[in-house]
């Protein structure tokens, strides 16, 4: 593995990460962790966040608050934030980062499980967002940052409820970053392209598709969670201070 950065200004950061427990969300938590930050985290997943708390643990990095949460249940999730905030004594960033990229027929979509799509990919990155901008705002600033995906700008079949939602998030990015900028608090998305983690390995990606994948990137390498969790680590330092509303492809050269 590469020696990466490490960025003073997130030594003792109060960190936020929604979907912690596993995937890029776990190499986030990993991530801010080494950097010296306080993070807290939320998944349905509490196994595998107990799992990586003890990783951390081992490895001599503090242990990450966390809390067991459906962010679907938007009074569960602002509770979640402000307690963070208050064990820890504000908060700084939150990432936006879970979600569920289940494939459906769009034409067998029942308005019950179009609005449950929405709810874990979209609404709840506007009730986390608004709970934290009520503690960033106390504390000076902040940085937010969005996951989208490169999905919102290529549309793929078989997932339309994701696509929207991840597309939503990228007008969410700018109605928050145009509406808090005057408060120091700066809002990005990311748009990660496939990146390998064992959820999309157990279920998407087969070896014909990620052929059909490398013949459309410019790097044919794997794009691992670290490296999505370095971006993050960016826009979340001072190092990117003047940097808000804008866009971010993770993808290899994809789009
Ligand atoms: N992995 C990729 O290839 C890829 C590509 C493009 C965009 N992204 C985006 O990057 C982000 C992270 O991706 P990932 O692949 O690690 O995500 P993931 O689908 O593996 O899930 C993230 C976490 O969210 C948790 N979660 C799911 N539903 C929840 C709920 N209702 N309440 C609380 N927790 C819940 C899961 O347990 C998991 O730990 C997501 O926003 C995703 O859309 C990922």
Redesign the pocket.
């Known amino acids: 593995m590469p020696d990466f950065t490490t960025y003073p200004s997130l030594r003792g950061r109060k960190v936020f990460i929604t ?1 912690g ?5 776990a190499a986030m938590v990993e991530a801010f962790a080494a950097q010296g930050a306080v993070v807290g985290h ?4 509490t196994e ?1 966040a107990e799992a990586l708390a003890d990783q951390l643990e081992q490895a001599g990095l503090a242990r990450p608050w966390f809390r067991r ?4 249940e938007a009074a569960a999730l602002k509770a979640a934030i402000a307690d963070f905030g208050a064990a820890s004594g504000g908060l700084d960033v939150l990432v936006n ?5 289940t494939r459906h027929d769009p034409l067998a979509t029942t308005e019950a499980s179009w609005r449950a799509c929405m709810a ?1 990919n979209l609404d709840c990155a506007f009730f986390a967002s608004q709970r934290a901008v009520e503690l960033m705002r106390a504390g000076g600033g902040g940085a937010i940052i969005n ?1 989208s ?3 919102a700008l290529l549309g793929p079949s078989e997932m339309p409820g994701y696509v929207a939602a991840k597309a939503g998030l990228l007008g969410l990015t700018k109605a928050f970053a145009r509406q808090y900028g005057p408060d120091r608090i700066r809002v990005n998305t990311i748009l ?4 390998v ?1 064992q ?2 390995l157990d279920l998407w990606l087969t070896e014909e598709a990620e052929s059909a994948w490398m013949e459309q990137v410019c790097l044919k390498q794997r794009i691992e ?1 670290v490296d999505a969790a370095n971006l993050a680590l960016f826009l979340a330092a001072d190092d990117s201070r003047m940097i808000t509303n804008q866009q971010f492809v993770i993808d290899g050269g994809r789009v």
């Open positions: 979907g427990a596993t995937g890029i969300g939320l998944d349905l997943a595998a949460v459906d962010v679907t980062n879970v979600a569920n990229d874990v996951f995906s490169i999905n990660p392209g496939w990146v983690t959820r999309q969670p």
